[in-house]
């Protein structure tokens, strides 16, 4: 009876490439997080560092300006708050004038959400969230982006606590040093207290593209008719109401357009 002939065993042939094993996932940890808070915290530090000055320069206490790096943590809008209060307008004004200017991060958390796969614990996304600032969700949206399975929460816990504890640290700074210690060098007191207008500065500079001419255009009409015609938290108010208003014009008259050409 004859045998059956085995099938030959599958050689690659001459310059044949061989597969090679996947790569294992990795995930990032919280001392990985650490590192990659560095370039946020490098740039928090001398900002913070302005804001303490500038608190206390505006009558408050070291103390009350450390208490708002540590509750408050919003950036430029820590400088409004104190210019408003300083000037006299009623907490409730200067909450509600912050609130309109912050009133973006309420996207955050579910853009970031919608790219998030795992399971995340309750505790630690209640740190992280308290944390997230505009750069830290640029950091956590580009980890998200680039490999979604390398991000974790103690890599977001570690970037986002870093970050805080960065601007919070700047503000000690600022507030101690301001107190009387740098009155024997004007020249830096005043470069640190130009670091308000010149972050404003850079903000409107930055949003000036042909694509977001009508949004600014728009901000700085309401804020100018706010400012001469009623107040300083009018202005912050209108600049944002207007801003916010063209935004949706131009994006509903996009839309318009773009239907119409589909026709």
């Known amino acids: ?47 913070a560092f302005a804001f303490g000055l500038s608190a206390v ?7 009350e300006a450390i208490f708002f790096s540590c509750v408050i943590y919003a950036g430029a809008s820590q400088f409004v708050i104190t210019a408003l209060l300083s000037a006299g307008m009623s907490l409730w004004v200067s909450a509600l004038t912050v609130l309109a200017m912050d009133i973006r991060h309420i996207l955050y958390g579910p853009a970031l959400r ?47 606590m870093c970050s805080w504890l960065s601007w919070v640290l700047g503000t000690v700074a600022g507030s101690l040093l301001g107190n009387g210690y740098l009155d024997s ?3 830096v007191e005043a470069a640190m207290t130009f670091m308000l207008p010149a972050l404003f500065l850079s903000f409107l500079l930055a949003s ?17 008719i ?5 107040s300083i938290p009018v202005a912050i108010l209108a600049g944002v109401l207007g801003g916010c208003l063209a935004a949706l014009f131009q994006f509903r ?11």
Request: one cysteine or more.
């Open 1 to 47: 009876m004859p045998i059956p002939d085995k099938p030959a065993p599958d050689i690659p042939k001459s310059g044949a490439s061989i597969p090679e094993p996947p790569i294992p996932n990795k995930i990032s940890s919280f001392s990985e997080g650490i590192i990659d808070s560095l370039p946020i915290a490098i740039g928090y530090i001398p900002i």
């Open 57 to 63: 320069k505006l009558g408050f206490t070291p103390l």
């Open 114 to 160: 919608y790219r998030i796969k795992q399971q995340l614990s309750e505790k630690k996304t209640a740190i992280w969230a308290f944390g997230l600032t505009d750069e830290v969700f640029a950091a956590a949206t580009a980890k998200l982006i680039k490999d979604q399975r390398s991000w974790s929460e103690n890599w977001m816990v570690a970037i986002a």
């Open 185 to 187: 060098y004007p020249a």
């Open 208 to 224: 000036v593209k042909k694509q977001n001419s009508y949004c600014v255009t728009a901000s700085l009409a309401g804020a100018l």
């Open 226 to 230: 706010g400012v001469t015609c009623f």
């Open 253 to 263: 008259t996009t839309q318009l357009n773009k239907n119409k050409t589909d026709d």
